[in-house]
């Protein structure tokens, strides 16, 4: 069974940071296109970033600079390390296979300012 599991969501003040982990099971994680999504109140899921198998990187416009995604093969895991937030960056946010149906449940992100 196929899981993905986030962590790593919570409040904090604008400028502040926070690291989002998700925890892959179930399936070769070496070889998957990893990304992270997130969704606001009111508005569609947008993408924040993506990480080929090899460690290559896609960011939004709205996050570059500020906002890292990597990867730990050994740990399964695939991170987002987001720096210097804004009150517009308040959402759920989502790990996700890339190019499946494969969804993690979602960790809230609150910025206050």
């Known amino acids: 069974q196929v899981q993905l599991v986030e962590s790593g969501g919570g409040s904090v003040q604008a400028g502040g940071s926070l690291r989002l982990s998700c925890v892959v099971s179930g399936i070769n994680f070496r070889v998957l296109p990893m990304g992270w999504h997130r969704q606001a109140p009111g508005k569609e899921r947008e993408l924040v970033a993506t990480i080929t198998y090899d460690a290559r990187t896609n960011y939004a416009d709205f996050v570059k600079g500020r906002f890292t995604i990597s990867r730990d093969k050994d740990k399964r895991t695939v991170y987002l390390q987001m720096n210097s937030l804004e009150p517009e960056d308040t959402a759920v946010y989502y790990c996700?296979?890339?190019?499946?149906?494969?969804w993690g449940q979602g960790t809230q992100v609150t910025v206050s300012s």
């Open positions: 996700h296979i890339e190019g499946t149906d494969r």
